[in-house]
Structures are given as C-alpha cells and as structure tokens.
C-alpha cells in the first residue's frame, strides 16, 4: 500500500479539538508561521457535517484561534436561509479576514457573498459542497470545490459491479434530487447500471431536515435495508445522498451481508468508525493507513470482505484543508483569487494521491470537481 498522508487528522481533533480554543493565542503548529491575517471557516454542526466542523477545528488547532474563526450554519438550514447568511457575513466584520470558506455550501452561501461583497472585494471566496446551482455559486466564489459528481456516477456504479452488484439501491429526497450535479449524477448511474446489466432502484427516503429530522431519517434506512435485500438479494449495492444516514447505513448493510461501494461524502473516517465500533488509540491518531487496516479487519471479522469500500482519504476534510492552505497563501501575497495549478497542487498534497483526478465543470472554469482513489476491504 502506497503511503498516504491525511493532513487533517480527524481522530487527533477528537482528543485535541479544544487546542486555541482559550483566551489565550495560539500560534501556529507543524512549523507554520503565525499568520498576521484572519481566514473565516462556517461549516455545518457536528450532526449534519462531522467531517467539514472537525476539520475548522484542526485548522485552529494547527493555524490558532487568532487566524481562524470558525462559525456554524443551522442543521435546519434550508429553512434558516436568513441564520445562515447572518453568520457567514458575520466573519467579515473583521477587516483582517481576508478568505472565507463554506464548506458545505448551503442555501444561503450565494446571498451571503453577494452581501458582503457590497463592503469588502478583497475576500476570496472558496465554496466546498455547493448545494446550490453550479452556475449561481461559481458566479460568485473564487474557487468552488466538490468532489467529481458527474464522474461518481460511472465510477460508483463500476465499483459496485466489480464488487458484485446485481441491483444498485440509490436512496434521496426531493430536496437533493433538486441539485442540478446530484440530479445528473444520479442520471449517470442510471446510464452506467444499464450498460453493466444492473438494476438501479431509486427509493424515497425521509428528509433529515424535515419534520422527521434526523433520527427519523436513520431509522427509516436501519429499517429498509432489510427489505430491499429481502426483495432484490444480497448482491444488492446501496447509495445514499445524505452525510447523516451512512452510520446506519453502513451498519444494516453489514447485517444483511449486502454492497457498500462508497459514501456520499467518501473518506475513511466518514460513518466507518461509528457503525463498525472503531476506537484509536492516541499515538495512531490521524494515522489513516491504520484506520483503512481497522476498517478492514472489522469487515473480514464480519465475513463482508470486498463488499464495502471508500476513498483513501477524506473528501470533505480534503476539501477545508485544502481551501485553507489556499487561503494562507493568498492571504501572504503569494498567489491570486483563482490559480488552477496551485489548487490542484495542494489537492495532491492534502491526499497523498498522485492519481487524484481534477476535472473542471464546464463552461466554469473556477468550478474544481475531484476524485481520489478508492479502498476496497
């Protein structure tokens, strides 16, 4: 196995997340320089979005409270558009932030940019996750990132059927079936399952920012998977739109010796841990090679090797870490809003993955789609 490096060493944030969190400054960890400007972060909470909150904390951790401020949007945010806006224009404020990143980028992002670049043209903007039409958040952010969506849709499905797969479960809800690239994406699969002769079986679940909330949403896929695998089979691959359902997901999987291809967010440390009981100890903390060997000793102990996988390195923390590298280079003079080149350099850095494939989406330039290698257990 080639070496990986996991920049954003999510186990060590776990233990280590109250670093800089003081009154006192802290300065800048693995050599970095203290920063003499601010780089604002807003990212969901703990429950919608573990890895990107996780990941603001190690940049504190690592940059200090001083460089980085971090806030958060609602776990309702798609009815708290007004919240979400206040908070990310909140962080320019301060004139001596000079980036801000939204990773995810959620209903309200766009407006958010809009509004303080009445005040401020001197902040860059870079968007991880954009939930809302490529063509309204490229308009507006410097950099946007996400993983290659359009891609996923061969690759995901390729996955599957190498691992088996005879009918391919996607799970959504209106809201994300109503974003353009998850929309296409899903087209994708429909395309790339009829060309390898499986059965894509598109089922409705419950929106975890609806009435139901979260747990309702968990406990509808706890619940479902049995059935599907009860109707379709065990070679039965299963995908899911939502950050919030993977644990259960993984874990009902796992039970009825189904196909788990990858996360909606891939990354080692997305929903593995939780649903399969993974403790690390501290010295093998953010050691990812370790975490893909314990994932797969908990997949063969289970009799499930070769049907579960994920990236090599995690999507969503890839993105801030990245984003934030960026920033600090912007915020030292040394490179300009948009450099396709740099980003992509640091993208390579932040995963350890010299295969790591970047794509832009057409027509905007400014738009990054990626994809890392994955790990079959």
Same mark, same amino acid.
């Given at each position: 196995m080639k070496k990986r490096v996991l920049v954003f060493l999510l186990m060590a944030v776990l233990s280590l997340s109250l670093v800089g969190c003081g009154g006192e400054k802290t300065t800048g960890g693995e050599g970095k320089e203290d920063l003499d400007f601010k780089i604002g972060i807003a990212t969901g909470t703990v429950s919608q979005g573990e890895e990107e909150f996780r990941a603001a904390e190690n940049a504190i951790a690592k940059y200090g409270k001083d460089a980085i401020e971090h806030v958060t949007y609602p776990d309702k945010f798609s009815e708290e558009q007004e919240t979400t806006i206040a908070q990310i224009t909140s962080l320019a404020a301060d004139p001596k932030v000079k980036a801000i990143i939204v990773c995810q980028g959620v209903p309200g992002a766009a407006a958010a940019i809009d509004k303080i670049k009445e005040d401020r043209d001197d902040i860059l903007f870079i968007v991880g996750l954009p939930h809302e039409d490529p063509e309204t958040i490229s308009a507006r952010a410097d950099i946007v990132l996400e993983t290659d969506q359009l891609k996923r849709g061969e690759t995901i499905v390729n996955l599957a059927h190498e691992m088996g797969a005879k009918t391919f479960i996607h799970y959504s809800f209106p809201r994300h079936m109503s974003q353009e690239l998850l929309a296409r994406r899903r087209d994708k699969m429909k395309e790339t399952c009829e060309a390898l002769?499986?059965?894509?079986?598109?089922?409705?679940? &419950?929106? &975890?920012?609806?009435?139901?909330?979260?747990?309702?949403?968990?406990?509808?896929?706890? +619940?479902?998977? /049995?059935?599907?695998?009860?109707?379709?089979?065990?070679?039965?691959?299963?995908?899911?739109?939502?950050?919030?359902?993977?644990? &259960?997901?993984?874990?009902?999987?796992?039970?009825?010796?189904?196909?788990? /291809?990858?996360?909606?967010? &891939?990354?080692?440390?997305?929903?593995? /841990?939780?649903?399969?009981?993974?403790?690390?100890p501290e010295d093998k903390a953010g050691d990812v090679d370790y975490m893909l060997e314990q994932i797969r000793e908990k997949i063969k102990e289970a009799g499930a090797s070769g049907r579960f996988a994920t990236w090599?390195?995690?999507?969503?923390?890839?993105?801030? +870490?990245?984003?934030?590298?960026?920033?600090?280079?912007?915020?030292?003079?040394?490179? +300009?809003?948009?450099?396709?080149?740099?980003?992509?350099?640091?993208?390579? +850095?932040?995963?350890?993955?010299?295969?790591?494939?970047?794509?832009?989406?057409?027509?905007?330039?400014?738009?990054?789609?990626?994809?890392?290698?994955?790990?079959?257990?």
């Open positions: 002769g499986i059965d894509l079986v598109e089922v409705d679940a &419950p929106d &975890p920012t609806g009435d139901a909330g979260i747990s309702g949403a968990q406990q509808f896929m706890i +619940e479902d998977v /049995p059935r599907q695998v009860e109707k379709y089979g065990k070679d039965t691959a299963f995908f899911s739109t939502n950050c919030a359902m993977q644990e &259960p997901l993984i874990k009902a999987v796992l039970d009825t010796g189904a196909i788990y /291809p990858e996360q909606c967010c &891939p990354s080692p440390y997305h929903a593995y /841990p939780g649903a399969l009981g993974i403790e690390i090599q390195a995690s999507a969503n923390m890839t993105m801030i +870490e990245a984003a934030v590298e960026y920033a600090v280079d912007y915020g030292k003079g040394e490179v +300009e809003k948009f450099d396709k080149d740099h980003m992509i350099k640091i993208l390579k +850095e932040v995963t350890g993955d010299d295969d790591l494939i970047v794509n832009e989406l057409e027509g905007n330039p400014n738009f990054l789609m990626f994809i890392v290698s994955s790990e079959i257990f």
